[in-house]
């Protein structure tokens, strides 16, 4: 019998980033015990990351914006294929959960009247994204956790769950390991809500940091939970490119927002070149329109930088593929070209981006307020991830939740900027109140002894492997470099067929590792565990990829380059099978009902 702590709550969240720390405090409140889980300190996580802003339809910039604006937005970014019922319980409650941070304590920037601000971002008609300059994750994590501390919710931090368990078919607990120590813990709980991020770290060019192996993914796919959508991986237009050692880092979308343009080698802005003909109507078609909708200016159309990520992404990748890019393989991001129009430009690029000055200055030696950025994209945000339901955020397995990034639905094939952070505080509310009632409305289960054994002696497998030489990180590096290489921005069938292929012999690879030393401070250990998340989201990714023979927000498909109806109306959904392997299955979309439909209409002219 392996040595474990135990502890019992009536609901364990695992992850607190936004959607996890959002969770625990409505289920708190709703009077039921409540664990939070993390698997670095609190507040390290996605969220603190988060820069541009939130987005809700407050309408304090510009009184046309109203929830419908944004749900026909939200839609029309997800090519359609978003679960309705979502986007538009989002659009409806994003304001309130916007008010209520305010009221726990957030600082938003502020509009001359007082109100909060709202700034321009990809994809959404109007000034939508309440902000706090360029670090409006900080404020959103600092205020939930000063909030949530007052709460009662018990904290374990540097914990990472690696399995749940189940009697029947419902989820009764979640094992894991402290990272520090190595020891195993148990967490018995009668509701589990998943809220544990990304996958970034299945490819090698990521905004995202280490923690993002796409855990709450799998473990929601071992315990039988339906994955949706995964083929839609959200590459980022703009991240760091030079130098090296910085490649990936997210550049904000926020600097378009306030004016920033992208130009090729040429010094051309070859955005122009290719406005989608759903976009045509509502994006300008000459520079200095665009630039007068970064002012404010309601009469004009938004500027072409400032269309979905997906498009902006791979006109990026086309100048460059084209020898049109940058030096480092990338295009230019030039937001000082705003003195040409603003006597105050440098003090005003330094006030809205003051982490982006930052950044390109310590880790580039640029200074944006003078010369053009080199960007290009990354790996960004997972918009696919567990299938829930849309009202409580519960998965198909009872008494299994998920909320956030590793939650999937809203976003369809393409997320709007701003539209995560604004995700996890309506959903993560949602997740934490149906797992309160859950918990109030069931009976514990138990925790067979016998699951806990075998995942305890799973997880001590590579310290025990005497005939393996390699170590886990090549398999990471190696499954890094495959995935980038074969299932990135641009996809074809032959080379997704050979990443599933190549997925299956780094799966050999990973169950021959080895590690040294002991379970104490161990990263090595720790690599080696998450390599079964990283391996079973990449072939979850690429076997999705597979399926949807066609080319939809996210995913550009080079044998497939345009939208197909009949993919229009589907979902790809993968599942764990009875003889255990990923099973990919098609599910039409729910139909529309009507008063949404006519909202879409409406939006489009
Ligand atoms: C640089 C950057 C900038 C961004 N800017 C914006 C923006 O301006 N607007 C916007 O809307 N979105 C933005 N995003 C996206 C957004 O920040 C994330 O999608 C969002 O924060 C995800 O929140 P979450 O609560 O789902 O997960 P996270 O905030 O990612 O938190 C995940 C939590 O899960 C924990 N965890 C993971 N695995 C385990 C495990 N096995 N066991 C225990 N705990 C685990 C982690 O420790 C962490 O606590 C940005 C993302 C990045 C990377």
């Excluded at 770290?201 to 796409?214: Q, R």
């Excluded at 937001?335 to 129009?341: A, E, L, N, P, V």
């Amino acid at each position: 019998m392996a040595e474990v702590q135990t502890f019992e709550h009536d609901v364990i969240v695992i992850g607190a980033g936004g959607a996890g720390l959002r969770a625990a405090i409505e289920a708190s409140a709703a009077g039921v015990s409540v664990g939070l889980v993390c698997k670095s300190l609190l507040g390290k996580a996605h969220t603190v990351m988060a820069e541009g802003g939130v987005a809700a339809a407050l309408a304090n910039v510009d009184d046309r914006d109203s929830w419908k604006v944004h749900f026909a937005d939200t839609m029309r970014g997800g090519q359609y294929v978003n679960n309705h019922r979502m986007a538009e319980l989002h659009a409806r409650e994003a304001p309130e959960r916007v008010r209520e941070l305010e009221k726990w304590g957030a600082v938003f920037d502020r509009t001359k009247d007082g109100k909060i601000l709202q700034r321009n971002f990809g994809g959404h008609r109007y000034p939508r994204l309440a902000h706090v300059g360029d670090r409006t994750g900080l404020e959103i994590i600092r205020t939930l956790q000063d909030h949530g501390i007052h709460q009662g919710i018990k904290v374990y931090m540097e914990v990472a769950i690696i399995r749940l368990m189940k009697e029947g078919d419902r989820v009764t607990g979640a094992f894991g390991y402290y990272r520090e120590k190595g020891r195993f813990v148990l967490f018995k709980a009668k509701a589990i809500v998943l809220a544990t991020g990304g996958i970034g770290k299945a490819y090698s060019i990521t905004s995202n940091s280490w923690e993002y192996t796409g855990d709450g993914h799998t473990l929601a796919y071992e315990a039988g939970a339906d994955l949706l959508d995964m083929e839609f991986v959200q590459f980022h237009p703009t991240g760091m490119i030079w130098p090296p050692s910085v490649r990936g880092i997210l550049v904000t979308e926020g600097v378009r927002g306030e004016g920033g343009v992208l130009r090729n080698k040429d010094g051309k802005r070859f955005m122009f070149d290719d406005i989608p003909d759903n976009y045509k109507g509502q994006t300008a078609d000459n520079e200095e329109e665009g630039w007068r909708y970064c002012q404010g200016d309601k009469n004009a159309r938004r500027p072409p930088e400032l269309l979905t990520r997906d498009h902006v992404a791979r006109c990026i990748n086309r100048e460059v593929k084209a020898g049109r890019g940058s030096p480092h393989g990338g295009v230019y991001l030039d937001i000082s070209w705003i003195k040409q129009r603003m006597p105050d430009g440098e003090e005003h690029i330094r006030r809205k981006l003051p982490s982006m000055y930052h950044q390109f200055k310590e880790l580039g030696d640029i200074d944006i307020t003078k010369e053009p950025m080199e960007v290009g994209p990354t790996t960004h945000y997972m918009m696919g991830g567990a299938r829930v339901e849309g009202d409580t955020q519960m998965t198909n397995v009872p008494g299994l939740f998920a909320a956030g990034e590793c939650a999937a639905g809203l976003h369809g094939a393409n997320r709007l900027g701003g539209n995560s952070l604004s995700d996890l505080l309506v959903f993560g509310q949602r997740a934490g109140q149906f797992a309160a009632k859950f918990a109030k409305d069931n009976k514990p289960g138990s925790v067979n002894s016998d699951q806990v054994d075998d995942v305890a002696r799973w997880a001590l497998e590579p310290f025990e492997r005497t005939s393996g030489t390699e170590g886990p990180y090549m398999v990471q590096k190696d499954l890094q470099e495959m995935m980038q290489a074969n299932v990135g921005i641009v996809r074809r069938e032959d080379e997704m067929t050979t990443a599933v292929g190549e997925v299956q012999k780094l799966w050999d690879r990973a169950k021959k590792v080895r590690v040294d030393g002991n379970r104490e401070f161990n990263p090595g250990w720790h690599t080696a565990l998450d390599l079964h998340s990283l391996l079973t989201v990449s072939e979850a990714i690429a076997r999705a990829g597979i399926e949807r023979k066609e080319s939809r927000g996210a995913q550009f498909r080079e044998d497939f380059p345009e939208k197909d109806p009949k993919f229009g109306k589907v979902n790809v959904i993968i599942r764990k099978g009875p003889d255990g392997k990923m099973q990919v299955i098609q599910e039409t979309l729910k139909e529309l009902p009507a008063e949404l439909k006519q909202i879409i209409d409406e939006m489009q002219k």
